[in-house]
Every structure is written in C-alpha cells, then in structure tokens.
C-alpha cells in the first residue's frame, strides 16, 4: 500500500513537498511515479524514476519546478513543488508499477498498477 502525505493550501507561488511511504508495497516493482487528477479528467503523469536508479523523468509541465527523489532508507519518495499555481490545484497520486522492459521508467499511467489514496493540493491567495 501507498501513503501519500504533505498536501494542503499554498498560496500561488508557494511550495509544498509531498511524501509518499511504499514500504507496505509487497509485489515486486520496477517504477515509481507521481500524477496528479482532477475530477473528470484523465490521470496526468508528472514524474517518475526506475527503483535501480535515481534519475527522474519529468512531464514538460512541471520540468523546472517538480523534483522528485527518494530517501531508501526510509521507503518514502518525494515531490517538491516550487512557483505553484492554480492551475497546479488537483489530487496528486504516487504509484509504483511492474515495468522491466523499458531502461527508462515510461510517463503513463497505464504502466503503473498500485496506488496511494491520493493527497489533496490547493493553491488559492
């Protein structure tokens, strides 16, 4: 199981990291992503890496201010988001998923098979 935490209200230009703990995933798991959705629309993939390294892809969207890592020793993957907008206003989602097949971790929500709950984020003055 996912846990994401770290959401909330920021005000526009603001920033917020978000956590998301994966020591409850037992299946085996070769990626790791971050997306965000809003209610009718589809799940907008926004980050990723695969588990054997610690380079991570971004959408163009959010290249330049989203930063993603990971702390190993303590399960948890990261989101840093700098200079938010409204616009970034959305339900934001870490999943993990099987891909082995791919030497980079591929920006889709279909290739990702578990998912956290969901953390709420708001950016409003």
């Known amino acids: 199981q996912l846990v994401e935490t770290g959401g909330g209200l920021v005000q526009p230009g603001g920033a917020l990291r978000l956590s998301c703990a994966v020591a409850?995933?037992?299946?085996?798991?070769?990626?790791i992503g971050w997306f965000r959705q809003v209610p009718g629309d589809l799940r907008d993939p926004l980050a990723c890496?695969?588990?054997?390294?610690?380079?991570?892809r971004y959408a163009i969207s959010v290249t330049g201010r989203f930063t993603m890592s990971r702390d190993n020793a303590k399960n948890l993957v990261y989101l840093q988001m700098n200079n938010l907008q409204p616009e970034d206003a959305s339900t934001y989602y870490c999943a993990v998923g099987p891909d082995h097949v791919h030497k980079q971790c591929i920006l889709n929500a279909s290739k990702y098979n578990f998912w956290g709950q969901g953390t709420q984020v708001n950016v409003s003055s």
């Open positions: 890496l695969k588990t054997r390294d610690n380079s991570p």
């Open positions: 409850g995933v037992t299946a085996d798991y070769h990626s």
